[in-house]
């Protein structure tokens, strides 16, 4: 079946400038999560969905960061104002509660955004 | 910070030959996973151990916890090119996953 997918692969913006990345989860996972990947570093995780339950905004690093989910399936991450330092992989991940209660994620391939 | 830290920071060996990396976390846990990422994009689910396990084998893959050390190492045998990859150890319940730093591991042919 479909994996997540992300879109798009690459963005290039200038600093200042809002940047929308999306996300497509695999169908039928209740749980959605953005993370950040700066070069070199692990993941950074920034919030999380869970079927209709407020969305765990807690990694958010500013303001400028914003996320929804609709329908409960696609999710967009939208950043303002883009600053240098917002360059990084944005990964994607989806999930669903195993039988045996853990938490396996599935991860998009990123959206490797820079910010001039 | 992150919760888990991975060593060593980087590890390059000749193919055929065993990887072992470590991870150490600072807090109880109810599993820990490992996961593998090529070229810096998205990451694959490897296996994962239970705090009541002490060992599991997945293929070529060997991994073993130490809930008393707070550490986990994951052993990769007979290794090939295709094995070189980023590999990092996660924990956390269902909210999200802490990451550690990672181990970029180089396998030549």
């Known amino acids: 079946g479909a994996g997540v997918s992300q879109s798009p692969s690459n963005k290039v913006t200038e600093k200042g400038k809002d940047v929308e990345l999306r996300c497509d989860p695999i169908s039928g996972h209740t749980a959605l999560y953005w993370y950040r990947q700066s070069l070199g570093q692990g993941l950074e995780f920034l919030i999380y969905?869970?079927?209709?339950?407020?969305?765990?905004k807690s990694g958010l690093p500013s303001d400028r960061f914003s996320a929804e989910r609709t329908g409960g399936s696609v999710s967009t991450l939208t950043i303002q104002r883009t600053q240098q330092e917002d360059s990084a992989v944005y990964l994607c991940a989806s999930s669903t509660m195993t039988s045996g209660g853990y938490n396996e994620q599935f991860f998009g391939p990123g959206t490797r955004l820079t910010v001039l | 910070s992150q919760q888990g830290e991975e060593d060593p920071q980087a590890l390059s060996i000749q193919e055929g030959e065993n990887a072992t990396m470590n991870c150490s976390y600072k807090?109880?846990?109810?599993?820990l996973q490992w996961y593998r990422q090529n070229s810096g994009r998205g990451l694959v689910h490897l296996i994962l151990?239970?705090?009541?396990?002490r060992e599991k084998h997945s293929g070529r893959l060997r991994v073993t916890l130490d809930t008393s050390k707070k550490s986990s190492s994951l052993l990769i045998t007979a290794s090939r090119a295709a094995d070189t990859a980023s590999y990092f150890c996660a924990t956390g319940g269902f909210q999200k996953l802490v990451f550690g730093t990672g181990t970029r591991l180089l396998v030549s042919p």
């Open positions: 807090t109880s846990i109810n599993n």
């Open positions: 969905f869970q079927g209709n339950s407020a969305p765990d």
């Open positions: 151990i239970r705090s009541n396990e």
